[in-house]
Nanobody, 121 residues
Framework: VQLQASGGGLVQAGGSLRFSCTAS????????MGWYRQAPGKQRELVAG???????DLADSVKGRFTISRDNAKNTVYLQMNSLKPEDTAVYYC????????????????WGQGTQVTVSS
């Protein structure tokens, strides 16, 4: 199983970025997908997550600015980040809590490569 993320980069404060992350490989089902981030000197924190049924979790710091969505048919999750602030600067990590095949496997966490987001003031 692999998670391939795309997006991120450098943007000015107030700008927007869009992430996507696709899970591939021997997957039976995906329970949850989303993103964590880690800023220098800080612990990794949940940014946003979305369940298979569409239920979402967003960190308080990004509510009203970030939107997470998911395409179950494509095993892909999207993060639209608007009104970016310098404090959003971090390495963003895609994750998925999923079952690989066979179907009776225990769900596990999988992580994509980190992607740098830098928001300049």
């Amino acid at each position: 199983v692999q998670l391939q993320a795309s997006g991120g980069g450098l943007v000015q404060a107030g700008g927007s970025l869009r992430f996507s992350c696709t899970a591939s490989g021997s997957i039976s089902s995906i329970n949850r997908m989303g993103w964590y981030r880690q800023a220098p000197g800080k612990q990794r924190e949940l940014v946003a997550g979305v369940g298979s049924g569409g239920s979402t979790d967003l960190a308080d710091s990004v509510k009203g600015r970030f939107t997470i969505s998911r395409d179950n048919a494509k095993n892909t999750v999207y993060l639209q980040m608007n009104s970016l602030k310098p404090e959003d600067t971090a390495v963003y990590y895609c994750y998925a809590y999923l079952k690989s095949r066979p179907y009776y496997s225990t769900p596990s966490d999988y992580w994509g490569q980190g992607t740098q987001v830098t928001v300049s003031s």
